[in-house]
């Protein structure tokens, strides 16, 4: 059997991915980019000590005209959609690390190459793979807890201490120019593929500033995003991510069904990290289970990595499948649900910045709902939006002089190792 041909776009996060490929026993890691050198010595070495001899570019005009059939983005979060197409046009199969873009005229761009060109695009939102939503995501398949009447989920990952190694001091890193309902498909992910339904309609919150010297002192003022998602049957979810205060940060999910509830485990994971409740054929009178989920997905050849709790294996096994043709593949998370799940972010700040108004979320499945957004660079990015941008907060905006970054940049660079370990 041909193995899939893959390189890597981004080492930092995408040192992940390169881990999982060099491990997969279908895939053939043969190319990184990234345009920071000591990322691509540090994927290089990983290769050279697993015998893998792997073609290193700091340029994606170079490192996309290698031989191989499949690309894996971990380059910027608001980037994605950009390269996405590049790749797509290049003949190669994508999976995307979150998000799926930054606005709609990009998110409707990726969907029409994808059709064009018939290649596959695989969203990698990993908490839908986590072991309890993944579990979720299988029992709502067969339709154990009825028809969803409510949802929610959470993510909080304060990001403050690392702050320095992620941003690296840059003033226009995506990380510091990004509103608060942006990096939203970690939380609203699990609830679309669980569900299986689409959201048509979100209103969005932004909480208040945290301003805490400390925060100030990374030009990090806090914030984090809320978005209640009315879903195509009615049901109603909340959404809720970003770095508020918790340690370790984490995630949580509960769907509420017409014959029960399921739920994760919020303090105690590893124990019973799956819960679910279960109404009998009496009113008001049901059975509570509480489990370790068995993984029946790609067992014969996981690598029992924890990172993430696992979940980043799943994203890269199930594309690898997609690709040829098995069913694992159909657990992929497809350019609809993943523009579906990125625009639930993207309105929803339109909806802050509007008052708090709902806003429709277009089926970008029907072309002239397309036609709607096909234009719209509405975003934080000033390069991006040109005359659109908008604001990435709804208070008072707080500005930095640029000592305060370059003091940033100095802390990164005193780390002893400057590459991220977050992921
Ligand atoms: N799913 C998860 O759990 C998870 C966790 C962390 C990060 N991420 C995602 O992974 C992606 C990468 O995040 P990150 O933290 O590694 O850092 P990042 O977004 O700061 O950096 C991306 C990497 O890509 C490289 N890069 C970007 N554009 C490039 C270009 N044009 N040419 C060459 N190299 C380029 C950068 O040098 C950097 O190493 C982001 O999209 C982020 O949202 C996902």
């Not at 998110?107 to 939102?125: H, P």
């Not at 992620?166 to 970690?186: A, Q, S, V």
């Not at 234009?375 to 002089?401: I, M, Q, R, W, Y």
Request: with cysteine.
């Amino acid at each position: 059997m041909k193995k899939v041909k893959i390189g890597v776009f981004g080492g930092g996060r995408g040192k992940v991915m390169v881990d999982q490929l060099l491990d997969h026993p279908d895939a053939e890691l043969v190319a990184v980019c990234d345009k920071y050198e000591p990322i691509l010595s540090n994927c290089k070495k990983t290769a050279d000590e697993k015998g893998v001899d792997l073609a290193v570019y700091s340029d994606f005009d170079d490192f996309i005209k290698h031989d191989m059939d499949a690309v894996v983005l971990a380059n910027y979060a608001t980037e994605h959609a950009t390269y996405g197409v590049k790749c797509l046009e290049a003949g190669k199969h994508i999976m995307s690390e979150v998000l799926p873009g930054e606005t709609p005229a990009q998110l409707v761009k990726l969907i029409e190459t994808v059709e064009r060109t018939g290649l596959v695009y695989s969203y990698a939102e990993n908490c839908c793979y986590m072991k309890a939503p993944f579990e979720m995501w299988k029992r709502a398949r067969k339709g154990e807890i009825g028809a969803i009447q409510y949802a929610e989920g959470e993510y909080m990952h304060d990001c403050s201490s690392i702050w320095p190694k992620i941003t690296y001091g840059e003033k226009d890193h995506w990380r510091n120019l990004m509103f608060p309902t942006f990096y939203c498909t970690h939380s609203c992910g699990p609830i679309l593929t669980v569900s299986g339904l689409r959201a048509v309609k979100v209103v969005g919150f932004e909480t208040n500033v945290n301003t805490e010297e400390k925060q100030m002192r990374i030009a990090h003022p806090e914030k984090a995003g809320i978005e209640m998602i009315t879903l195509e049957n009615g049901a109603i979810a909340k959404s809720i991510h970003g770095g508020l205060k918790v340690e370790p940060g984490g995630w949580h999910f509960q769907f509420y069904g017409t014959k029960g509830m399921m739920q994760t485990e919020r303090y105690d994971r590893d124990r019973t990290p799956f819960n679910m409740y279960l109404e009998s054929d009496k009113l008001c009178k049901g059975t509570w289970e509480h489990s370790v989920p068995e993984n029946d997905v790609g067992a014969e050849v996981e690598n029992k990595s924890t990172v993430h709790g696992g979940s980043d294996f799943y994203t890269v096994h199930c594309f690898i499948e997609k690709i040829l043709g098995r069913p694992d593949g159909d657990w992929c998370i497809d350019v609809y649900t993943a523009a579906n799940m990125g625009m639930i972010g993207i309105m929803a700040w339109r909806s802050v910045l509007a008052g708090n108004r709902p806003m429709d979320i277009p089926d970008f499945r029907i072309p002239a709902e397309r036609d709607k957004f096909r234009f719209d660079n509405a975003c934080c990015t000033p390069s991006v939006a040109g005359d659109k941008l908008l604001p990435n907060t709804s208070h008072e905006v707080c500005t930095f002089p640029d000592e305060v970054y370059e003091e940033v940049r100095k802390q990164w660079l005193k780390e002893e190792n400057p590459i991220s370990d977050l992921f």
